[in-house]
């Protein structure tokens, strides 16, 4: 099932995410529901306040980009991430544009590490602790901000915020329309 996407302004998109346990009422269903969702949103990554429920899962996908050949991988890449940790950052930082489903049509570089030591359990609670780096790591950044209740734009510098101030408070008051189905946000 496609669920709707909460947008920008939402108040559980500024809300700390609950960890969850294996027995959370549901879960392989939302995951399924997460997948298809951000598919049919054309995304890359999905984290659960995006779909109105403030818990510690993100699912993403991609299809790896190969420099040597300058193509896309046929096989995707999945990862479903249930209580993510960043234990530590490696190496530099570099910037890379991101996009988010909930801030439509505003597209910013972010300057982020390369490469983590990541902590998650996946979807059968099998626990991990990896040293990630390419898209995968980028990603996972991106949505484990939306656990802690931030959003990409929050790290631009304060001349960038400024420069998109406007289309932000479109996007919180409905006025910017998505190709995909996005939750009303309740007016305040
Ligand atoms: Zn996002």
Redesign the pocket.
Known sequence: MILPIVGYGDPILRKEAQPITADYQGLDQLIDDMFETMYSADGV?L?AP?IDRSIQLVVIGFRPYDEKTDTYSENEERHVLINPEIIEEKGEKEYFNEG????PDIHEDVLRPKSIVLHWFDENFDEHEELIDGMFARVAQ??ID?LHGK??TDRLSPLRKTMIKRKLNDVATGKVHAKYRMKRTSKR
């Open positions: 990554g984290a995006q988010c489903l909930s801030i991106h949505e939306h959003v990409f």
